[in-house]
């Protein structure tokens, strides 16, 4: 599969869920990828991961609110492989709490993650695509929380719903440059990953005033697994979406299109 040959692209918060299979998905399409984490152990291994099925990849481990954690990766893909084609902005911080009980701190700190973050890789990325007329795509992971009211997940919902202008912003700025910008809407995800199946189970687990009931809510029956999102990032990555920009493309099993009264799997 050569969809994205030759293309270089950089993916932060490169987790064994979400992100980590975002990389191998493009790294399968050919594909040269520096995974970044703030944890050199899954940066390292999000890497490993596509090496090992004979791909391209480079890790990088550093805080997405640092500028200088940005510039560092733009240097490192430079001078690896010439320039930049791609970035996927997946970084997050979670932290599930409601307006009423969340320190302010820590709903700083998750806007810092989701949305400045995205800010710096996608200011250092553009500069670089521009300094070297490389046309682009830039893609930011949204959620489905962007798009809807979710009680008790104030941080990660406002941080997730200020990408979606963002997209749109930064994708009118940019277009002159031949530099695309668009947005991706995954939902509640079945993680493939041991580990991260683990991380989500122990979340569900704890207490909470809000019953979130993801079986009998998903027209399509199933929550995606991480697997299921690599097409249509593939396809915004590349060529194919050339006249696609300012815009999102959601997979998310029906969630965001359903009728909100309507239970499609009641007995789930």
């Not at 932060?12 to 299979?21: F, K, Q, R």
């Not at 890497?47 to 997405?64: F, M, P, Q, S, T």
């Not at 820590?106 to 995205?118: A, F, K, P, T």
């Not at 997730?160 to 009118?172: D, E, H, P």
Request: negative net charge; glycine residues 10%.
């Amino acid at each position: 599969m050569n969809r994205l040959r030759d293309k270089v692209a950089i993916v932060t918060g490169a987790s064994p869920n979400i992100g980590g299979t975002l990389a191998a998905g493009l790294a399968a399409e050919g594909a040269r990828v520096l995974c970044t984490d703030l944890s050199k152990d899954v940066a390292e291994a999000a890497a490993a991961r596509i090496r090992d099925r004979g791909g391209y990849a480079l890790a990088l481990a550093g805080d997405v609110t640092d500028p200088a954690h940005a510039d560092e990766a733009v240097a490192m893909a430079v001078d690896a492989w010439g320039g930049i084609d791609v970035l996927v902005n997946n970084a997050v911080f979670f932290q599930q709490q409601g307006v009423l009980d969340m320190p302010y701190d820590d709903y700083r700190r998750q806007l810092e993650v989701i949305l400045g973050g995205s800010f710096l890789f996608t200011r250092a990325v553009a500069r670089s695509m521009i300094e070297r007329g490389r046309e682009g795509s830039i893609i930011n992971v949204l959620s489905t929380a962007a798009w809807q009211g979710q009680p008790g997940n104030v941080g990660y919902s406002t941080g997730k719903s200020g990408l979606i202008n963002f997209t749109r912003s930064v994708a009118m700025e940019l277009a002159r440059h031949g530099i695309r910008v668009n947005g991706f809407t995954p939902t509640a995800t079945a993680p493939t990953d041991p580990e991260a199946r683990r991380a989500m189970e122990d979340l569900l687990a704890r207490p909470s005033t809000y019953r979130n009931d993801f079986a009998a809510q998903l027209p399509l029956g199933r929550l995606p697994t991480p697997d299921d999102y690599v097409g249509a990032v593939v396809f915004l990555a590349s060529d194919e979406s050339a006249m696609v920009t300012g815009t999102n493309i959601t997979v998310d099993a029906g969630a965001t299109a359903k009728y909100w009264p309507w239970t499609p799997h009641p007995e789930a």
